[in-house]
């Protein structure tokens, strides 16, 4: 099998796009902008979905689904999420196609079936669940609601790229009132705690806890929490947010509930969301030139069994021993591949599973059978090893267990020995330029040097580390007061 990849370090664009489609995650539609996902990245889509959904219910939130349509004037009650959004909105105002008398065999839009109000087709669901709250909100009985739900959102992208940025993408987005302020904060923090934990544990990324700057917060919250995480090309990529929205939407949408006093209040509230944009995160941060590379948590296939024969006898009784294998992986859990396809070469299964990203390999051959022993190859640094067949299971699960540690720990390092502290502006480009990663420099808290900044080297803040160390300092740029260290970069 021929993986003819572009380099990383020729074009690392060019090597992420033909990755995608190669190893057959996904690919372009016969709609502009939007995606199909393969059935193999879906089936890794599926496991953070599991994985994620187990979390979220574990903190106490249920899953609901509300509307893909959101009336306009509904979509206008909360002026700086509508604002936020409106250059992405993509608009219903017909109900209906009629044949067109002038082409025939064609159809045009009905102009007799005009919507009394234009639908926007969520770009978010705020609107539509705040105002859904309001019916089932009256007292603090009522109180916290903890809803997520597991949608698609349709975000009029121009310039789109497959997982990173498309015109629809999937995710879930978490909803929740609360009867306090505190209530809300802590359930911010506790979801952006969530998401850390799945992307560092389950994912093997590491990422940088912060809150955004006014600028870079989502439209509609008084405050942005946020995950960052740092790919292979030194670009960031914001891997989840929490957003604490103050009361802006109960106020919006007249959400009140009666206190313990009986005094009318409004609920206070969250959002919180994680998108098919982390399949481009797990690409970008693991992969190589061979093609996917998965932590063993995600991998939809941890451990492919391709036999190695001449005969046919030889093929039955090499089967034998790898569906044995297969069955005493399956007890433990492990998912388990026996590549027993008679239509291709082991040479073709061992490129296809490789460029697929497989964590563990195991070759089983005539010789093999003879001294008890198999070839074990790992995914992750391209070595193999030869096992002996009585530790074989044992071994495995241990090597799996490594896999992931060890792609946490090279993400790591790569992450860590790219963030640089620079004190000067002409310090900031240089890094910039030559080295890419995290940038900690000091910025004097103003929208006009975090915008003079980006127009003039295209980095943004990517947040405040909430463990950074309070110092006194001067701006980067403009040599003004600064109170601490915030982290730029150019991001995706």
Not at 8 to 20: A, C, F, G, Q, T
Not at 211 to 232: N, P, S, V, W
Not at 359 to 375: M, Q, Y
Request: glycine letters at 6%.
């Amino acid at each position: 099998m021929s993986k003819n990849l572009t380099k990383r370090s020729e074009d690392y664009s060019k090597w992420y796009n033909e990755l995608v489609v190669k190893a057959d995650l996904a690919e372009n539609s016969g709609v502009r902008g939007c995606m199909v996902i393969k059935p193999y990245g879906y089936a890794i889509w599926e496991k953070m979905q599991a994985e994620l959904d187990r979390m979220f219910k574990e903190t106490g939130h249920q899953n609901a689904y509300f509307p893909l349509f959101v009336p306009k004037s509904m979509f206008e009650a909360e002026e700086k999420n509508a604002e936020g959004f409106a250059k992405e909105c993509a608009i219903v105002t017909h109900y209906r196609l009629k044949n067109d008398e002038q082409n025939p065999g064609k159809l045009m839009v009905d102009p007799n079936a005009k919507l009394e109000e234009e639908l926007i087709v969520r770009p978010t669901s705020e609107a539509i669940i705040w105002s859904t709250y309001k019916g089932w909100v009256q007292s603090y009985r009522d109180l916290p609601l903890l809803i997520n739900q597991w949608a698609n959102v349709v975000r009029w992208e121009m310039r789109t790229r497959l997982f990173l940025r498309t015109a629809e993408f999937l995710w879930q987005e978490g909803h929740t009132a609360h009867a306090t302020r505190q209530e809300a904060i802590a359930e911010s923090e506790q979801m952006m705690n969530v998401y850390a934990d799945f992307v560092q544990n389950f994912m093997a990324i590491p990422v940088v806890k912060g809150l955004k700057t006014e600028t870079e917060r989502f439209a509609g919250a008084e405050e942005t929490y946020c995950i960052e995480a740092l790919m292979q090309d030194g670009k960031a990529l914001q891997a989840g947010t929490s957003h604490f929205l103050g009361q802006n939407f109960a106020k919006a949408f007249d959400v009140k509930f009666a206190n313990q006093e009986g005094k009318q209040e409004h609920v206070w509230g969250t959002s919180w969301g994680v998108s098919t944009r982390l399949m481009g995160a797990l690409i970008m941060t693991h992969s190589d030139d061979n093609g996917l590379v998965l932590p063993p948590n995600l991998a939809p296939i941890q451990v492919v069994i391709v036999p190695i024969y001449r005969t046919d006898e030889e093929f039955e009784a090499i089967s034998e021993v790898a569906n044995t294998l297969v069955s005493q992986f399956k007890k433990l859990k492990i998912s388990v591949k026996f590549d027993n396809r008679t239509t291709h070469k082991p040479g073709f299964k061992f490129a296809e599973h490789e460029l697929r990203g497989v964590p563990v390999r195991i070759a089983v051959g005539p010789k093999d059978l003879e001294n008890g022993t198999f070839e074990v190859a790992r995914r992750d640094n391209l070595t193999k090893e030869v096992v002996l067949k009585d530790n074989i299971v044992n071994h495995v699960q241990a090597l799996l267990d490594e896999i992931q540690e060890s792609l946490f720990g090279r993400a790591l390092n790569y992450r860590d020995s790219h963030i640089t502290e620079v004190n000067s502006f002409e310090e900031f480009k240089d890094v910039l330029e030559n080295k890419g990663g995290f940038i900690s420099a000091h910025w004097d808290g103003t929208p006009e040097t975090e915008e003079k900044i980006k127009d003039l080297t295209k980095a943004t803040i990517r947040c405040i580390a909430l463990d950074r160390v309070e110092e006194a300092g001067s701006c980067v740029l403009t040599g003004k007061p600064s109170s601490g260290r915030v982290l730029f970069a150019k991001a995706y």
